[in-house]
C-alpha cells in the first residue's frame, strides 16, 4: 500500500505532500489544478518511462517519492529483499 506520495516540479505540481490511507481515496478539483499530474506520478513511481515534457517550466527535474507499507511475509518484500 502507499502511504505517502510527495511530488515536485510535475506539470502544474510545484511541491505537494498526500498522505494516503486505507480505503478509497478520490481525487477531485478544478481543471488544470493537477488531479492528471497525481496520477502521472503514481505511474512513474511504479515505474512508468518518463517524458521530458512533463517537467514544471522554469525546472530542471521533476521529483516522486513514495513511501509503501509492505507485508514482511508478502511476495513483494521478498522481492525488495532480494533486490537489495
Do not use: C, N, W, Y
Amino acid at each position: 500500500m502507499i502511504e505517502s506520495l510527495h511530488i515536485e516540479d510535475l506539470g502544474v505540481i510545484e511541491e505537494a505532500d498526500l498522505p494516503l490511507s486505507r480505503g478509497l481515496t478520490a481525487l477531485t478539483g478544478e481543471t488544470g489544478a493537477g488531479k492528471t499530474m497525481v496520477l502521472t506520478s503514481l505511474g512513474l513511481l511504479l515505474g512508468q518511462r518518463a517524458e521530458t515534457t512533463i517537467v514544471r517550466t522554469g525546472s530542471q527535474r521533476s521529483l516522486v517519492e513514495g513511501a509503501f507499507l509492505v507485508d514482511p511475509d508478502s511476495r513483494a518484500a521478498a522481492r525488495a529483499l532480494e533486490a537489495g
